[in-house]
């Protein structure tokens, strides 16, 4: 259903105001378990508690409370300011005051439903500056390792159960700092990982875990490389392995591939 469709059934539904065959509507609605749908509903249930609060209180009129007291005998209070101003604005007036507390429920509704949505859309915004904070701390990083002085590079090749896989490996050996990029790799499994391997004297060393966010241009910082001298590397390796990564190689390898000797 139409979100909008759905949360105007929500406001006539808490105002009692819904007819049968919009009930019938609403019912099958929520039956059908759609996450936004229940979100809304619970939103408007939290919007009619309020309701009451506007709703008109028992108070006898300034005039209809001095009668009563002069005939039971009782000297009257003056009327304060606030008194004589309900007076004079007719909100003594019952239909008057419920007309009142119709204008003043609507505009209560109208006003928290745009306060939702604004902090809807507040969570929204958040989310893409943290996406981009994130992709512009890549591209610094990939910056810093791309104009050091010395830098050392491996490519990794698809193996046969991935052959369009492909990669590379850009390093400052003074800083030990690294860069990882990796395409046609596809995702992990959400209980998998990828773990790139240094392969040193024969023997792997983990260089750290990844997960695969799009089939192409993926970049990854390696904090500090185990080893960076190209002459004492074998090579660089990318296996799937169990998610958080393991001490050796326990799954398929996907990449491989050794250090440039230029």
């Known amino acids: 259903m139409d979100k909008e469709k759905f949360r105007e059934l929500c406001f006539q539904y808490f105002l009692n105001q819904i007819q049968p065959e919009d009930y019938a509507e609403l019912k099958d609605a929520l039956e059908a378990k759609d996450k936004e749908l229940e979100r809304i509903f619970t939103e408007m249930k939290k919007i009619a508690m309020l309701l009451p609060l506007t709703s008109e209180t028992a108070e006898p009129s300034p005039t209809a409370k001095r009668k009563i007291l002069e005939s039971i005998g009782s ?5 304060n300011f606030l008194e004589k101003a ?12 419920l007309a009142v507390a119709a204008v003043l429920t609507t505009a209560v509704v ?4 745009f306060v939702i949505n604004l902090d809807q859309k ?46 590379k490996i850009i390093w400052d050996p003074g800083r030990r700092a690294a860069i990882l990029q990796i395409s046609n790799l596809p995702p992990a499994a959400k209980d998998k990982d990828y773990q790139l391997w240094v392969i040193k004297e ?36 990318v296996t799937l392995e169990p998610k958080g990564g393991v001490v050796q190689p326990t799954g398929k390898m996907y990449l491989v591939g050794k250090p440039s000797v230029q």
């Not at 007076?87 to 005051?97: D, Q, R, S």
């Open 122 to 167: 507040i969570k929204v915004q958040q989310k893409t500056i943290t996406l981009l904070e994130n992709e512009a701390e890549k591209n610094k990083e990939l910056l810093n390792v791309l104009t050091s002085r010395e830098i050392e590079v491996a490519i990794m090749n698809g193996l046969e159960i991935n052959p369009t896989g492909y990669g």
């Open 86 to 97: 309900a007076g004079y604005l007719w909100l003594n007036k019952p239909k008057f005051a």
């Open 202 to 237: 024969n023997k792997p060393i983990s260089a750290g875990v990844f997960n695969v966010e799009s089939e192409t241009n993926n970049f990854y910082k390696i904090e500090n490389l185990t080893e960076v001298k190209k002459e004492s590397i074998n090579a660089f390796a």
């Open 110 to 113: 109208i006003l928290l439903s």
């Open 75 to 79: 000297k009257p209070k003056p009327e």
